[in-house]
């Protein structure tokens, strides 16, 4: 058994270049999802039982509210950019507080042509606050104030979970997409008016 020694660095290129994950800048909508994605990889592998699902299951639960918490937030501050509504996004781990906020600023934006599909998710957002309302609860087996957390749930089907996060993740990645685009297409067409109007 290998102990750590005196040279020991945890963050390192080596020469097995294939290795060597790139970091490269995203935006919280990339960021997250990679969340999901490292999710989907601990459920599949706990599905094709390279993993116990008991141990996977947590760490996934928490790469997916990760993923749901920076999906919502970059759809938050784009939406309040493109609709002069402030600026950034809520500063919070709630996801109550900011599905609120960025299915306000959603239905505001698209009116009558919101997507219906957008209120199925209140039960599944619901669902995350009441058992992780602050990001905790598949991090850590206890709480700091009520004691332990996950009580009241005792069984997660992990292909259900990752299937429903699939679905999930098909809506909010087009919204994501498409406030992008138009607030690229709002900050374009800013830049070509400054530049009518400087000539």
């Not at 700091?144 to 089907?157: P, W």
Request: charged share 25%.
């Amino acid at each position: 058994m290998d102990w750590p020694h005196d040279s020991e660095r945890l963050f390192s290129s080596e020469s097995d270049w294939q290795n060597n994950a790139c970091l490269m800048p995203a935006t919280l909508a990339q960021f997250g999802q990679h969340y999901k994605e490292a999710a989907d990889t601990l459920i599949t592998s706990g599905i094709n039982r390279g993993i116990l699902i008991d141990r996977a299951v947590y760490p996934a639960v928490f790469l997916y509210r990760q993923y749901v918490e920076l999906t919502l937030k970059d759809i938050i501050w784009r939406t309040r950019r493109i609709e002069h509504a402030g600026h950034g996004f809520p500063k919070t781990h709630n996801l109550d507080c900011l599905w609120t906020e960025g299915k306000r600023l959603l239905q505001q934006h698209y009116g009558a042509d919101c997507p219906k599909e957008l209120l199925y998710l209140d039960q599944c957002i619901a669902e995350f606050h009441k058992y992780d309302p602050n990001s905790t609860a598949f991090r850590y087996p206890y709480d700091k104030v009520s004691g332990e957390i996950l009580a009241t749930l005792e069984r997660i089907n992990i292909r259900h979970l990752m299937e429903t996060m699939g679905r999930i993740d098909n809506l909010l990645s087009c919204i994501a997409s498409d406030i992008a685009e138009r607030l690229d297409w709002c900050a374009e067409r800013e830049r070509d008016m400054a530049s009518e109007c400087r000539q």
